[in-house]
């Protein structure tokens, strides 16, 4: 009897803590609350009343007037081809007197250099030669025309021969002929004397060596003294800056974009923060194999002369414009090799976007993708969302 007892006591036991349990479980469902709901993926809180709040400030995305296909490419100042002028040795000789030096401004016949030369004697002596030849030429041609109206004459009279008459005439033919060789040489003589400068009158001349343009003495290789039998061997050379070109090289993707005639800006190291404006020049007709790109020649004008040759800088050509979202570089940061902007989703709540941008534009960036004109973004602080 006593062990029924207790086994009924048992079970009351066992039943009573299964209850017990039961309503524990109830009860704490019942008290469970739902708590915030988890953020987005992609998303940064910042609570508004914290401090690094209000170290983030947000603005729209503006549209702007921006060209998507702008090109921009080193550059470098170079001389103007077109006006370049190496300066050669007319004939060999003993350079005696250099008379303009390195960086000098010259004028077109101004005297660079004289020499002695015997080339210089032997062009005198030549021309003298041919005004000899032509003299002769011309007395005896005046004998065979005297010598022909004379067989003329006689044979009007039948006191010669018809050959006699064929044979003056012929003397004259040759006559001519002779006195327009000698006359030829004698003019190709006096050219020579032309190109060295030289009179036929005087002997043992110097010759002289002037500038063939106006410009700049940008390099010398010769000095009193020396002997020079290459003819050539450039001695100087001279080359008006008054205009400059600039050397860029174009991404063969870009070539399209670019014509002889485009306005180009450019800027240089040496002038920060200045702009100069020139037009494309010329176009090379072929790409550089090793690099893939195409030499472009930029035209400038250098009235004042501030453009030096080997001077670097950047090119710019803008295409066509056409309105775009853009936003300050600060709006930006890179994550993993990507740009990335923050736009606001609600007060305190900023949503990673992907973006693609284009080439800078003055202070602002364009947006090719990623936001759209009027999205509210974080333009200033960025980077303190970055690793949230």
Known sequence: MAGSMRSIVSVLLLLTACLVVGCGRGDGVAATTPGPASPAAGVVIVPPESPQSRQLRVAPVELAE???????APGRVIANPNRIARVLLPAPGRILEVLAGLGSTVERGQSLLTLESPDADGAISGYRQAEAGERQAAAALTKVEADLERARDLYGVRAIAQKDLLSAEND??????????????REQAERKLDLLGLKPTDSRQRLVVRAPIDGKVLEISVAPGEYRTDTAAPLMTVA?????????????SSVRLIHVGDPVSIGLLAYPGETFVGRVARIADGLDPQTRTLRVYVELSNAQGRLRPEMFGTVRHAGAPRKMPVLPPGAIVQEY?????????????YERRQVTVGAPVSDRLPVLSGVQAGDRVVVDGAVLLKDR
């Open 240 to 252: 008006d800056l008054s205009t400059v070109w600039i050397a860029s090289d174009v991404p063969e």
């Open 172 to 185: 004259l033919a040759q006559a001519r002929g002779a006195a327009d060789v000698a006359h030829a040489a």
């Open 66 to 72: 921006v060209s998507i296909d702008e090109i921009v």
């Open 337 to 349: 090799g990507r740009s990335t902007v923050f736009a606001e989703r609600a007060p305190g709540q």
